[in-house]
C-alpha cells in the first residue's frame, strides 16, 4: 500500500529532498509506526512524535492505505515524568 | 537593601522606598500582580491616574544564573479591563536589579495632555527628563537616540507612536544588545497605559551599580548548576537543539500537522503554504542570505538557549529581529500570507509603531474578513500598519484598538478572543486545554499562561490527547507554574526542560531561594504560583469578571474547525473548576479562602 511520508527539522538531515515534500512510499499491508520508522534512514530514537493523519499516535499503530504521516524530532521535549505538573 | 523607585507623573516626582516585608520574597509576575492588587483600584479606567505600571526583574535576574533577563511590566489592562502581566526579553531586567532596584512603580498622570518624559535610572538615582524631541518617533529611531544621547549599552523600554496614542494593542518595547528594537511585552495594552502616564522611555544605566545581593551563595550556586545542566542536555533547550536551530517557530509545522494552526482568521487549522514559513524555511533562508541574518541569538546576555534570530533582507542586510513563531503565524499564517519577507515588513512595522504582534495579526485578519481587504493581501496589510495606525486615522485608531474593537466595528461576529485579548497561534477546537487555558487565565486568551501544547501536542512533561476534555486540572497546574516561573526572571522556555528533568526545576527553586536566603522546596514554589493566580483572579473579580468571561466565543463551539472538524465542547463545569478554589489541590495551597 501507498502512504506519503514527512519528516521535519533535523530528520530532513538524514533523507535528501526531504524538505522538497512528502516521500511517497510502498510498505507491506499490516505495517506499524515503529515499522516505518525503522525502514527509513533516522536514527530511530530521533523519532519522538509521530501524526497519522493530524493524531498523534504511537508506534504500535498500524497503517492504512493512503495515511499521511509526519514525523518530528523532539522539537520540544521527551518522555519524562511531567514532576511539577501538579 | 533593594529598593522600590516611585516615579509620580503628576507632579513630576521620584522617590525611593524601602521594600515592605510582604514583597521582600518576591519578584517579576508576582512583584507586579502584588502591587498592582494592593494599591490599584480595580475599578479604576485603566488610562486614567489611578492606573499604575509596575514594572519588575525577577528573583534571580541580574545574577550570573542563565537565561533569567525576563522584565514584567503589570497593570490594569486597557484590552482585558483585568489584571495584566506581560514579561519581555531584552536588557533591562539584569540592570534594574543591578541597581538595587526592586519594581518601579510608575502613578498619577501629567497635567499638562500631550507632554512626554523619559526617566533616566542611573547609580545616582532618578529623574525625569523633556523628551519632546522623540514625540511621534517610532522605537527604532528612539533607541538610536537614546544610545546617542545616553550612551551605547543602556536598556531603553519606550513605547512607539501606537502608545503615545493609547491604542490598546500598544506594547512596550524593550532594546536588545545590538539596540535592535524588538523584545516586546506586547500584550494586554500596557504600551498604551505607559502612554498615559505621559513616558515615552525608560532609560537605565547600570554602571557603578551595587548589584543583586545573593543571601546564600552556596544554595544559588548548587541551583544554577543543576538548572544549566538541565538546559545543556534537554533537546529542546541545549546548543543545536531545536529552539536553538530554528528558534520557537520550528512549531510551525507540527501545529500545522496536528491541524491546530490557526489559519484565516481561525477558519482552518491547516494552512496549505506553512512550509513556506515554517522555522526550518527560515534558517535555511538566513544562512543561504549569508549576510547580517543570524539563528541561535540570545535576546539578552546570559540566555544560553538562544531562541532569538535576526532576520535579512534578500541582499543580506539586516531587517527585524525576531521572527519568532507568534509574529509570523499572527502576520502570516492568520492573515493567509505566505512570503516570509512581507511577514518580516509587518513585524518590523508593529515593532516600529508599537503595536503587539499578536493582537495586530488577529486585527488584521478581521478585517480581512470584513472585506477591508482580502486575505494574503501582504502589501495591504503594509499599508493598514504604515498608513493608518501608524498615523492614527480614524481607521487607524480602530483597528490599533485590537480585533474585538475592530470586529465590533465592522460587523464581524468570527473574533477570536477572550476577556477583549486576542489568541495566540494554537486552536483550542483541536487542543482543548489551551483553550481551557485561554477561557480561564486571569490574562485572556494567552497562551504563555498555561501551555499545555507541551504534553498535548509536543509530548514533554507527560502526555495528554488534545482532544480529551478534561482539562481543568491540567490547565489549573500549568497556569500555577507558570506564575511561579514569571516571577523568577527565568525565560519561560526553560520551562522545557524543567518539565522533563525534576532536578532542573530544583535547580531553579534553588537559586530563587539562595538569592532570598530562604529554604524553598518545589512545593513551595508551586505554591507561590496559586497565590499569585489567586490574586489576579480576585482583582479580577473586583473589576467585573464573572464566568461568563471564562468562555471562548460563541463561533468556537458552533462551527467545526477542518481538518478534524471538531468544534470546542468542554464542558462549562470543566471551565469553572480551574478557578474553583475549593477544587484546588490541599496538599500544596491547603484551605484557600474565595
Ligand atoms: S530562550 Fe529566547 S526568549 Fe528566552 S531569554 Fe533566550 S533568546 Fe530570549
Known sequence: MQIKVQVYAILRQYIPGASRGPLVMDVPEGTTVGQL?????????????????????????????????????????????????? | ????????????????????????LLGGRGLTSSIIYDEVPPLCHPLGPDNKLVIAPGIVSGTKAPTSGRTSFGGKSPLTGGIKESNAGGLSSQKIARLGIKAIIVEGQPKEKGRFYVLRVDKDGARLLPADHLKGKGMYEVCDLLWKEHG??????????????????????????????????????????????GLKAIVIDDRGGPGVEIKNPELFEQGIKKLTQASLTHDVTKKGGALNTYGTNVLVNIMNEAGGYPTRNFSSGRFELASQISGETKAEIIHKRNGEGMTGHPCHPGCIIQCSDRWANPDGTFKVSV???????????????????????????????????????????????????????????????????????????????????????????????????GMPAYEPRAVKGIGVTYATSTMGADHTAGYTIAPEILGVGGKADPFAVQKA???????????????????????????????????MVESCAGVL?????TQDAIRLGYEIIRKERLFNEAAGFTRAHDRLPDFMTKEPLPPHNTVFD?????????????????????????
Open chain 2, 517 to 521: 536566603g530562604v529554604n524553598w522546596t
Open chain 1, 37 to 86: 520508522i525503522e525502514q527509513l534512514p533516522i536514527p530511530p530514537e530521533l523519532a519522538r512524535v509521530v501524526f497519522v493523519n493530524g493524531i498523534r499516535q504511537e508506534s504500535d499503530w498500524v497503517l492504512q492505505e493512503g495515511d499521511e504521516v509526519g514525523i518530528f524530532p523532539p522539537i520540544a521535549g521527551g518522555e519524562g515524568p511531567g514532576s511539577w505538573a501538579i
Open chain 2, 152 to 197: 551605547e549599552g543602556v536598556a531603553i523600554i519606550g513605547i512607539g507612536p501606537a502608545g503615545e496614542m493609547l491604542m490598546s494593542a500598544a506594547g512596550i518595547c524593550v532594546n536588545d544588545q545590538e539596540n535592535t528594537a524588538g523584545r516586546y511585552a506586547g500584550r494586554g495594552g500596557l504600551g498604551a497605559v505607559m502612554g498615559s502616564k
Open chain 2, 473 to 507: 486540572d491540567l490547565s489549573r497546574a500549568f497556569q500555577a507554574t507558570t506564575a511561579f516561573i514569571d516571577s523568577t526572571g527565568y525565560c519561560l522556555f526553560d520551562a522545557f526542560c524543567v518539565l522533563d528533568i525534576p532536578e532542573g526545576f530544583e535547580g
Open chain 2, 570 to 594: 468542554v464542558p462549562p463545569e470543566e471551565l469553572d473548576a480551574v478557578y474553583d478554589f475549593s477544587k484546588w489541590p490541599k496538599e500544596v495551597v491547603g484551605e484557600v479562602a474565595g
Open chain 2, 1 to 24: 537593601m533593594a529598593k522600590l523607585l516611585r516615579v509620580n507623573m503628576t507632579d513630576l516626582s521620584v522617590r525611593f522606598e524601602d521594600v515592605p516585608e510582604k514583597y521582600a
Open chain 2, 323 to 421: 521572527m519568532e513563531y507568534e509574529s509570523v503565524w499572527a502576520l502570516g499564517a492568520n492573515c493567509g500570507i505566505g512570503d516570509l519577507d512581507k511577514i518580516a515588513d509587518l513585524i518590523w512595522l508593529c515593532n516600529d509603531i508599537g503595536v503587539d504582534t499578536i493582537e495586530m495579526g488577529d486585527t488584521i485578519a478581521v478585517a480581512m474578513e470584513a472585506g477591508l481587504l482580502p486575505f494574503g493581501d501582504a502589501d495591504g496589510a503594509i499599508r493598514l500598519l504604515n498608513e493608518e495606525v501608524r498615523h492614527g486615522t480614524p481607521l487607524g485608531r480602530i483597528l490599533g484598538n485590537g480585533c474585538v474593537f475592530t470586529g465590533r466595528a465592522f460587523g464581524v461576529t468570527r473574533v477570536p478572543a477572550v476577556k477583549g485579548q
